[in-house]
């Protein structure tokens, strides 16, 4: 099944989301249709939020079906190791057509559950750290635009209100 994506504005993005605490069938399921919503709507990661559903689970695949081992479900994840640095334009399924260069650390470490529960850890660089990074800051209610500069950040709300104003959001 195919979730819309929550855009920016909503809520449920700017809150702490909750444990996973249920590995059953039912979040072997709702981690398909994240997969499935992600592809559709051409994402690299999506986290539940962003379907409108306040759980501590993201899905990733940055090479975006091309590598099936690159599947990546995260349930309940922390960072627990960031180093080095990089900038790169960033974007966000739920704040569409916007994209900024973001700073974010460059190697990062993962600790989380798979589908089954057993913990594990992770280690990204460059896209894949970025993404860490992006879908765990999306379960504790922060978006990228957060770590943009209050007045680049104000500008694109200023904006986004606009499109919300004329029924484009
Ligand atoms: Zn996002």
């Known amino acids: 099944m195919i979730y ?3 855009k920016f504005g909503d809520p449920v993005l700017e809150r702490q989301a909750d444990p996973v605490t249920e590995f059953d069938g039912a979040l072997k399921k709702l ?4 997969f499935e919503s ?3 709507a051409h994402g690299i990661g999506l986290a539940a939020p962003q379907i409108g559903i306040a759980k501590r689970l993201a899905v990733i695949d940055i090479t975006f079906k091309e590598d099936p081992d690159a599947k990546l479900v995260l349930a309940n994840p922390e960072i627990i190791h960031k180093e080095g ?6 974007g966000c399924l739920s704040i569409p057509e916007f994209r900024e260069p973001v700073t974010r650390a460059r190697k990062v470490t993962v600790r989380a559950q798979d589908i089954n529960g057993q913990w594990f850890e992770k280690s990204g660089e460059d896209l894949l750290a970025r993404a860490f990074l992006h879908e765990t800051d999306h379960l504790n209610g922060k978006l990228y635009i957060s770590h ?7 500008l694109m709300k200023r904006k986004i209100r606009k ?3 004329a029924g484009q959001w």
């Open 148 to 154: 943009l500069s209050a007045l680049k950040r104000d």
């Open 4 to 6: 819309p994506i929550v």
């Open 38 to 40: 992600m592809y559709a």
């Open 163 to 165: 499109l919300m104003k």
């Open 31 to 34: 981690v398909e249709d994240m």
């Open 85 to 90: 640095k990089q900038s790169q334009n960033e």
